[in-house]
């Protein structure tokens, strides 16, 4: 049986903003049955409502907790709106550039685990090019990262922008295993210029060994940026997935 991807919301942002629940049925007529919204916290009640309406649940979501304020508030809007694991999605490049660096920042990850935990969540990091392309002592920031966190934190592998950071990315998802509960699936030329981006299957990125070397993740696909029309970027994603990955 073909699995069910979900799809990360950030691909269709103009839509969301201009019309979420319309947005929500666009995407669940597509097939998909899962969706992980950004910035769920802004806008839970919203959410809330148009997730029901539209008949697909939001597993995961991401928001920017690392930096935030107040993250209770973040993880309580995570439990109205049914989502299980909140993921960070962005610390910038400048952090990551020593030992301390990182340091620091696995450290607030680990603190603020252990506060999803009382909200009965799971809490993990997304990455970007960086965390792989910026080096300390000698290795790869994100693996230095990983050795750092507790064991119930969790990943999610943007298996895109590991491949443009020069991850050998098959290789990286084994050897993070279960740690990794989610991937972002992308397509496209090995580049920074995201509007390069094309649906799977169609671009630079050996999609199908990703899929095989992380088949305990949740698929969530997305478009940083897309030349054509994005949501049928994202049914030509959804459509290869389901021929594909079984």
Known sequence: M??????????????????LPGALARLAEIGFEQVEPYGFHERAVEFKDALAAAGVTAPSGHAPVIDSENPA?????????????????FVPSERWRTADDV??????????SALAHEYVLTFGYHNHAWELENTVEGRPALELFVDRLDPQVVLEIDTFWATVGGADTPALLRSLGDRVTLIHVKDGAKSTDTSTQQPAGQGEVDVAAILAAAPQALRVVEFDAYAGDVFDGLAQSFAWLQENDR
């Not at 073909?2 to 942002?13: A, D, F, I, N």
């Not at 309580?76 to 960070?88: R, S």
């Open 73 to 89: 508030a973040i993880f309580e809007a995570a439990n109205t709106l049914g989502i299980t694991t909140v993921i960070d999605p």
């Open 103 to 112: 340091a620091r920042t696995a450290d607030r990850v680990n603190e603020l």
């Open 2 to 19: 073909p699995r069910k991807p979900s799809v990360q919301l950030y691909s269709v942002r103009d839509a969301v903003q201009a019309d």
